[in-house]
């Protein structure tokens, strides 16, 4: 069975940098882009980009580019999303999904909780 | 970008009714459109791709249509395990976007 495993809940000070992770099993990952998804508290979905772990193209939303990098581990099916400084703004959960045919989020991660207060 | 706008925000229906939610683009894309149901604590769930192709494991209940820059989602016969948020999303540019969300309770 297809399944996406997020990393832990983080709980961060401003301007601390993170690493947060998503592992696919049941598939072959390198076949599949995997994209990201935030989820203010309250808010309803946004789509941050995706990234496609055989050559790392990656395709960001211009709203959150800069602010995030996205990444892929070939070796351990980990795909990463990563923030420099982190704002009490990026306080959110963040989902991320396989993207089926390069169109839709097919399987979804769990989620991993992000909280920045100082 | 492409604008997503649903409606209606909220909706409360008995179990039985036949309920609509309605999710309108601000240009037209030929149907790449999925509709996703997100329960309370829970991660997403694909529920139509491709604006009317239905997921597997999705109850037939669960019907899409649409085309041009207006699309729905009709649960035939709601059930106390569809209250949910439901939201489109489109896949025909980047950025990818979704609708803001239509709340439906029970």
Known sequence: ?118 | DIQMTQSPSTLSASVGDSVTITCRASQIFNNWLAWYQQKPGQAPRLLIYKASGLQNGVPSRFVGSGSGTEYTLTITSLQPDDVATYYCQQYKSYPWTFGQGTKVDI
């Not at chain 1, 049941?26 to 998804?37: E, H, L, Q």
């Not at chain 1, 070939?74 to 045919?101: E, I, P």
């Open chain 1, 1 to 118: 069975d297809v399944e996406l495993v997020q990393s832990g809940a983080e709980v961060k000070r401003p301007g601390e940098s993170l690493r947060i992770s998503c592992t696919g099993s049941g598939y072959s990952f390198t076949n599949y882009w995997i994209g990201w998804v935030r989820q203010m508290p309250g808010k309803g979905l946004e789509w941050m980009g995706i990234t496609h772990p055989h050559d790392s193209d990656t395709k960001y939303n211009p709203s959150f580019q800069g602010r995030v990098s996205m990444s892929t581990d070939k070796s351990s099916n980990t795909a990463y999303l990563q923030w420099g400084r982190l704002q009490a703004s990026d306080t959110a959960m963040y989902y991320c999904g396989r993207v089926y045919g390069g169109n839709y989020f097919d399987y979804w991660g769990q989620g991993t909780l992000v909280a920045v207060s100082s």
